[in-house]
């Protein structure tokens, strides 16, 4: 049985996915916040860094104690903005000997669809950390995308739980968007989009398989925004399936999802835990 690893470094967590024989084993994920403060800076901050560098470092040996022949590794817009992203790169290939390949916005869209939809037509929407990419493919051929620099952590640090900041904040990202084609429905990738169909499914437990194809229309993101920003943080963290360091942004990333989904006539979202791991997996001919 030949496995390998894939390690995406995000601008929120860092994920590990392991398969073999091209099927997925596992995944796993830990918060560490690599894009913490790029709203207001140019730089990450060397906490960041180090806390990101040693979690890739512990999911590299985690790899390579389950059997893994080769790791692959990408870092997605955190590094790829930041003025000191090298600074990660070299960290982590002190630390582990591992190469980490930066991806641009462009690709990082290309291997979310590869990811979600393999090779069937469609539209995905990655809702990250620190960008937001949206990607449309027809007749087997990709016929819009775009990265735009929105995501999670960006709009904590940049509109808190402000309600109005962060429609504002999402209606300006939409707009660079531009002329898209007519989407009724996008399929969704990501953390967010995830963990809002974990919760809207009820799950007492989270199951990529049950989340996969989950629906949700516009009016019910809407709602869910509406409720999450209503409540506590402290009573998010205790909701059900709700992973470690993402309960503080997850409201602020349901608002720019019902408000993108608004501005670009979208109607619904198909949810997918196939994503960018599965996509750059798939591009490295392991899955």
């Not at 906490?47 to 979690?55: G, V």
């Not at 790791?71 to 290939?93: D, L």
């Not at 009016?219 to 999450?228: H, R």
């Amino acid at each position: 049985m030949k496995k390998y690893a894939v390690i995406d470094v995000g601008s929120n967590s860092v994920r590990l996915m392991l398969v073999a024989n091209g099927k997925v084993l596992y995944k796993r994920l830990g918060t560490t916040r690599l894009g913490e403060g790029l709203a207001s800076s140019s730089r990450l901050k060397t906490e960041a860094i180090e806390r990101t560098a040693n979690a890739t470092h512990a999911f590299y040996q985690t790899a390579k104690n389950d059997g893994a022949e080769a790791v692959y590794a990408f870092a997605t817009a955190a590094v790829r903005s930041a003025e000191n992203g090298g600074e990660f790169i070299e960290k982590v290939k002190t630390l582990c000997g591992l190469e980490v390949e930066v991806v641009s916005g462009d690709k990082e869209a290309e291997i979310g669809i590869t990811g979600a939809l393999g090779i069937g037509d469609g539209a995905v929407l990655d809702m990250g950390g620190a960008s937001c990419e949206l990607v449309v493919k027809t007749g087997g051929k990709l016929i819009y995308k775009k990265s735009v620099n929105i995501g999670v952590v960006r709009l904590k640090d940049e509109c808190g739980r402000d309600k109005t900041k962060l429609i504002n904040a999402a209606i300006r990202a939409a707009e660079e968007y531009g002329a898209t084609p007519e989407i009724k429905t996008v399929h969704a990738i990501g953390g967010t989009a995830t963990t809002l169909a974990a919760l809207t499914l009820g799950l007492t437990e989270y199951s990529g398989e049950r989340v996969t194809g989950a629906r949700i229309t516009l009016k019910e993101m809407q709602e869910i925004a509406d409720k999450l920003l209503n409540m506590p943080i402290e009573e998010i963290e205790r909701l059900p399936c709700m992973p470690v360091g993402r309960a503080d942004v997850i409201a602020g990333g349901a608002v720019a999802l019902a408000t993108i989904m608004q501005r670009l006539g979208v109607e619904k979202l198909i949810v997918s835990d196939r994503d960018n791991l599965e996509g750059y997996a798939i591009e490295k001919g392991i899955l």
